[in-house]
């Protein structure tokens, strides 16, 4: 794992595998839960999308797959 700490005003560090690059998320937090990227595991995961955020402010380009719930912010 590679760490980039970020300079004033930002205060939260990023992980980063070390080999490939791939952001590792928020490992270091000292929270109960806290996001990672999903291609950061070496399994299959069973967990699927409970909604979407932020809809609204996603790319064109993207296309969301799923029947999720979607919020044009965080959800209510």
């Known amino acids: 794992m590679a760490l980039y700490q970020p300079g004033a ?3 939260y ?4 595998c070390r080999i490939c690059g791939s952001s590792l998320g928020e ?3 000292e929270e109960d839960s806290f996001p990672i990227a ?3 595991l070496d399994s299959e995961i069973s967990t699927r999308n409970r909604f979407h955020e932020f809809v ?8 969301i797959c ?3 719930p979607k919020s044009s912010g965080h959800p209510a």
């Open 66 to 68: 799923d029947d999720a």
């Open 27 to 29: 490992i270091l937090s």
């Open 38 to 40: 999903a291609n950061a």
């Open 9 to 11: 005003p930002y205060k």
């Open 13 to 16: 560090g990023r992980c980063f």
């Open 56 to 63: 609204s402010e996603k790319p064109g380009w993207y296309e």
